[in-house]
């Protein structure tokens, strides 16, 4: 009685897909290329939508390089300390996700280090779409759920429509 | 609650400056008296090379401290934590301001002192994201004519007192790698002594002296790596215990290579015997914070160093903290008295450590006579006196993937950075304090340059059952407390004694007190508009009264979360002192304000 198992399977399958994004079975599709300092305005802007806004896994991905690149040592888990907190709703650099991706590709003067050349231009889209997801951008079934010890803010999960 | 939560709404839109200066009448009855005394005067932030920080006037004293009034108030203009004491030498006040580290002078013959020069340095704006708890500077001194500045991109400078005229300008620190200067500098005959910041960037820590005549560097003293760099000589080195001997410990207690960039910078306060010749300094926590990625007594961070001047070469050295565990810096001041000890005259140096230990040492050999905790303490059980050695209670651990939960004293230790006084009238330590636990969440962090070096995620919380902040009166010869007043947050501030009888600070809710010197009690206090994280001082002016100056400007490591707009909801925010202060109101007043008080 293979049959039955198998449709079960399916369906469980397709009913977690269902909750979270459309997977994508080949390998993760690259982010756009970086559009470069000075395309910031006009038609780059516009297209500059980040790949991963709606891919949970790539979102829990750009959380865990936070941690990896030190991220969280200046920003913490999104209220700041030697860098800004990234959890409210100011942005000094504006908060569409090009504007995010530059400022952690490129940097910005008082203090943020540029890890463009660093850190490939596609773990900074997973950045930047986890960066969103700390202020509570990004759609609750995208967002990574709470930590398994410390976590002193709502997790992201549920910041979202704040 | 809700009247709480908008009063603590960051808006950081900077407000207009207010106009604060006024001066009563008394002050245009100006000269009347020549600024010669020497206690008229107060030439580096410590107020004296002992760091006891106590004011031989006493025209200001139990009896009159409660109608001490504002003399005049001056407003830098500047935002952020203003951690730095002013320093007073021939009718001039000089101020140094945080980032961007503007230099005042202020002529104090004139009425509400008016601003003689203002010398503007120019630091490096990245070196900002860089300097780990706000971006503060702690002072200047004052020597043959000039003024030695830091900024806090390590550019040491010599600045004409008398017009505002650089001199000299020497480049310090690697920003790039996460150095920075924030201590205040010390003078000693002709060597400017200068420390960097950075054990939370996995600096590689040193003290640095430089000529005071060029600026050229004599010498420069690191905090781990072989001897010949720490300039240990073994001919004249002769620390007192058996564990600081031994050829290259610097490399020796690390795994190899991690001394490179294994923390010790020196940015406390520094002070000098002149009859002995040595300089007293402390050095800085380890880094990582995470203790499982140094294995090793991590040689020479979080212990104090006796220096030579001339040459910079070691004297002694003791370990306050050996593997640091949980970001118990060394630096907090050493202070050079000479104590009737157990019966003897005996010359020691007495430091209250972020571990929770009042040390006193005998200052000629690096000896521990005492080691008693001035808060509650279970990160440790106390200090061997055979040994030297701080008994640590492993239960307290850090280790990686493990959340341990209330360590006490938190990070910041059961006394950071602010200064304490002594006064040798009542022959107590005045200790500005806080009682913090924290938990911290450990995990392996890798090096790169320029960003943090931490692998520990922590949030404190206020101790149970007493006070975030205190003021605590210690008895050394005792090893005892004789008063401890609470305060609602950390008394950041540092600590003034005066021959009045009277010991001043701030509180990081914007007061500025006078409390009786024997007994404890409250007897003046005036509220500034922002939380107070500086330096009292006292001088007598061009006019032959006492004044007593403090500047206010909330910030410094226990108030960025005010001055930085953190986000309150995240506990961990500013390396986890988030967490104790999600109550601190923001400032009314947004820039840093030079107050300055005298009697009517």
């Known amino acids: ?162 | 609650m809700i009247t709480l939560e908008s009063s603590l709404i960051c808006t950081c839109v900077r407000a207009p400056l207010r106009a604060r200066r006024a001066w009563p009448a008394a002050l245009l009855l100006l000269h009347a008296l020549a600024a010669s005394a020497v206690d008229a005067e107060w030439p580096m932030a410590s107020g004296d090379y002992a760091n006891t920080r106590y004011s031989t006037l006493a025209d200001i004293d139990t009896s009159n401290v409660g109608t001490l009034a504002e003399a005049f108030a001056f407003d830098t203009g500047v935002e952020r934590g203003q951690e730095a004491a002013p320093i007073v030498v021939g009718g001039t006040l000089y101020l140094l301001t945080a980032w961007p580290n503007v230099l005042y002078a202020l002529d104090l013959t004139r009425p509400g002192a008016a601003v003689k020069w203002k010398f503007e340095p120019h630091p490096a704006p990245r070196a900002q994201g860089e300097a780990c708890c706000d971006v503060v500077t702690r002072g200047i001194a004052y020597a043959d004519g000039t003024v030695f500045m830091v900024t806090l991109d390590g550019q040491a400078i010599a600045v004409d007192a008398a017009t505002g005229a650089e001199r000299w300008r020497t480049p310090l620190a690697d920003v790039a790698h996460g150095e920075t200067v924030t201590m205040a500098p010390l003078v000693v005959k002709d060597r400017m002594l200068v420390g960097n910041s950075g054990g939370e960037m996995g600096v590689r820590g040193w003290l640095t002296a430089l000529d005071t005549h060029t600026g050229a560097v004599a010498w420069r003293a690191y905090s781990t790596g072989p001897d010949r760099d720490v300039l240990i000589n073994h001919s004249r080195y002769a620390p007192f215990y058996p564990t600081d001997r031994g050829t290259d410990l610097g490399v020796a207690t690390w795994p190899p290579e991690a001394w490179k960039r294994g923390g010790g910078g020196a940015w406390g306060f520094v002070s000098y015997d002149p009859a002995l010749d040595l300089l007293y300094y402390g050095t800085a926590n380890p880094g990582p914070w995470n203790p499982e990625q140094r294995a090793g007594d991590n040689k020479w961070t979080s212990g104090v160093f006796a220096r030579r001047p001339g040459d910079g070469t070691a004297a002694w050295f003791y370990q306050w903290s050996p593997h640091d565990r949980h970001d118990y810096d060394g630096i907090n001041e050493m202070m050079l008295l000479d104590l009737d000890w157990q019966g003897a005259r005996r010359e020691v140096l007495v430091h209250p450590d972020r571990n929770g230990y009042v040390y006193v040492l005998d200052r000629k050999n690096g000896e521990v006579l005492a080691a008693d905790p001035f808060v509650t303490v279970n990160t440790s059980t106390g200090v061997d006196l055979k040994t030297g050695r701080l008994q640590y209670d492993p239960g307290k651990d850090p280790r990686a993937g493990l959340t341990i939960r209330n360590v006490c004293p938190a990070a910041p230790g059961a006394k950071d950075w602010q200064p304490s006084a002594y006064s040798p009238r009542t022959g107590l330590l005045y200790l500005p304090h806080q009682h913090l636990c924290h938990d911290a969440q450990t995990y392996t962090t890798s090096y790169i340059a320029g960003t943090p070096f931490l692998g520990v995620t922590a949030q404190m919380n206020g101790m149970a059952g007493t006070s975030r902040g205190a003021f605590t009166a210690w008895d050394p010869l005792a090893r005892r407390a004789r008063w401890t007043l609470p305060e609602v947050f950390p008394v950041w501030s540092g600590a003034l004694a005066t021959a009045g009888d009277l010991v001043f600070y701030g509180t990081l809710d914007g007061w500025f007190k006078a409390v009786d010197a024997r007994s404890g009690k409250p007897l003046w206090q005036q509220q500034t508009g922002s939380g107070i994280i500086g330096q009292p001082m006292a001088y007598r002016g061009p006019d032959g009264r006492e004044y007593v100056a403090i500047m206010s400007g909330v910030g410094g490591w226990a108030g960025a979360v005010s001055s930085g707009c953190l986000d309150r909801r995240d506990g961990t925010a500013a390396l986890g002192f988030v967490g104790a202060m999600k109550d601190l109101p923001m400032p009314e007043v947004k820039t840093g304000v030079l107050h300055v008080y005298a009697l009517p």
């Open chain 1, 1 to 162: 009685m293979r049959c039955p198992e198998l449709a079960c399977l399916a369906l469980i399958v397709c009913l977690a897909g269902c909750e979270r994004e459309t997977r994508h079975f080949t390998a993760d599709v690259p982010g756009p290329a970086y559009p470069g300092p000075r395309a910031q305005t006009g038609t780059v802007a516009g297209r500059a939508e980040n790949p991963y806004a709606r891919n949970a896994y790539a979102v829990n991905e750009g959380k865990r390089l936070f941690r990896w690149y030190n991220c969280n040592g200046c920003h913490a888990e999104g209220g700041g300390g030697m860098g800004v907190p990234l959890m409210d709703a100011e942005w000094r650099y504006g908060d569409r996700p090009v504007d995010v991706f530059t400022s952690i590709h490129d940097g910005r003067p008082d203090g943020m280090p540029a890890f463009g050349g660093r850190v490939t231009d596609d773990q900074i889209w997973r950045l930047a779409a986890y960066v969103r997801a700390i202020e509570g951008r990004v759609a609750s079934a995208t967002a990574p759920n709470r930590d398994d010890s410390l976590q002193e803010a709502k997790p992201e999960t549920r910041r979202a429509g704040q």
